[in-house]
Nanobody, 122 residues
Framework: QVQLVESGGGLVQAGGSLRLSCAAS????????MGWYRQAPGKQRELVAV????????YADSVKGRFTISRTNAAKNTVYLQMNSLNPDDTGVYYC???????????????WGQGTQVTVSS
């Protein structure tokens, strides 16, 4: 089995920062794209940022210049989201997503974490 476990959410004042982490575990052969999505109350889940295995990134317009997605060579199965200059519109449940080739299978599948709450107070 494969699991994605997020951490780092919490309550922060507007203008503050948070760093989210998402670690993938299990019988993993390879991970291609990893990303973060969020869902605010009453709204659809939306893309925040994605990072391909080749290093390409894509950000939602609303977070460009404030959020940074990254992976390290030391922890290739972990993706981070550094969030700066947070504002109340960033409030929501943040979900990690990864396209993973799991051992014993012949195709890449998309996996989701359980989500972590981010609340930004004004």
């Amino acid at each position: 089995q494969v699991q994605l476990v997020e951490s780092g959410g919490g309550l922060v004042q507007a203008g503050g920062s948070l760093r989210l982490s998402c670690a993938a575990s299990g019988h993993i052969i390879s991970i291609s794209t990893m990303g973060w999505y969020r869902q605010a109350p009453g709204k659809q889940r939306e893309l925040v940022a994605v990072l391909t295995s080749g290093g390409s990134t894509n950000y939602a317009d609303s977070v460009k210049g404030r959020f940074t997605i990254s992976r390290t060579n030391a922890a290739k199965n972990t993706v981070y989201l550094q969030m700066n200059s947070l504002n109340p519109d960033d409030t929501g449940v943040y979900y990690c997503n990864a396209d993973i080739h799991r051992a014993g299978t012949f195709r890449v599948q998309s996996y989701w974490g359980q989500g972590t709450q981010v609340t930004v107070s004004s």
